[in-house]
């Protein structure tokens, strides 16, 4: 099956710089990675997600990158916030399945 | 809508015991799944189901077991419950698989299982 990395596993950035969170996948079928975030205490919650037909997708200051010939995508966050404080996880289902595939997550911490 | 809802949302159970996790889904989603949370490890799929009557395992499903009568309910039964069990536990669902347009999976809020 499928087995996807995430690294870091934990990330603190001063507010107002950018954090990049970087996930591989094993299964060169996958073709659509989520990303979700979740509050401390909270549930998951779908932020962004991109289809292996597009190389990068933007939503604000989120972002996310995929390279499918090196078989990893990133997600990307400018100008952090403290409400940008949480853990991320990224995702990724190949073709044909019914289910998604989750990293171990990324906790990112953003100091005042 | 209220969207996904658990039930319970905290439980301590001793080591043997047996119970129920409940989750309803008011969205009329075909896809429902259970994952399991533990510290640093993400979240691992115990059982999906695509449609009422229809269920599968995941990566990590001994120790559970599931069913799926109606379209909104997806409840997850835990047999003689062991500390290895201790984790929150999320029901999320979605519309259609991970491949299709209205993917998005909904989580609930999630049950917190302490076995001793």
């Known amino acids: 099956g499928e087995n996807v990395e995430q690294h870091p596993s934990t990330l603190s950035v001063q507010e107002g710089d950018s954090a990049v969170i970087k996930c591989t996948y094993s299964d060169s079928a996958s073709n659509y990675f989520p990303w979700y975030k979740q509050e401390l205490g909270k549930r998951p919650q779908l932020i962004i997600d991109i289809r292996s037909n597009v190389g990068e997708k933007k939503d604000q200051r989120i972002a996310v990158t995929l390279n499918k010939t090196a078989k990893h995508f990133s997600l990307h966050i400018t100008e952090t916030q403290p409400e940008d404080s949480a853990v991320y996880f990224c995702a990724a289902s190949s073709s044909n399945d019914y289910k998604l595939s989750f990293g171990a997550g990324t906790t990112v911490t953003v100091r005042a | 809508n209220a969207g996904v809802t658990q039930t319970p949302k905290f439980r301590i159970l001793k080591i043997g015991q047996s119970m129920t996790l409940q989750c309803t889904q008011d969205?009329?989603?075909?896809?429902m799944y259970w994952y399991r949370q533990d510290p640093g490890m993400g979240l691992k799929l115990i059982y999906y189901?695509?449609?009422?009557?229809?269920?599968d395992k995941g990566e990590v499903p001994n120790g559970y077991n599931v069913s799926r009568s109606t379209t909104e309910d997806f409840p997850l039964r835990l047999e003689l419950a062991a500390p290895s069990q201790t984790s929150v536990y999320f029901c999320a669902s979605s519309y259609s698989a991970p491949q299709g347009i209205y993917n998005e999976q909904f989580f609930g809020p999630g049950t917190r299982l302490t076995v001793l």
């Open positions: 189901s695509v449609g009422a009557g229809i269920t």
């Open positions: 969205m009329n989603h075909n896809y």
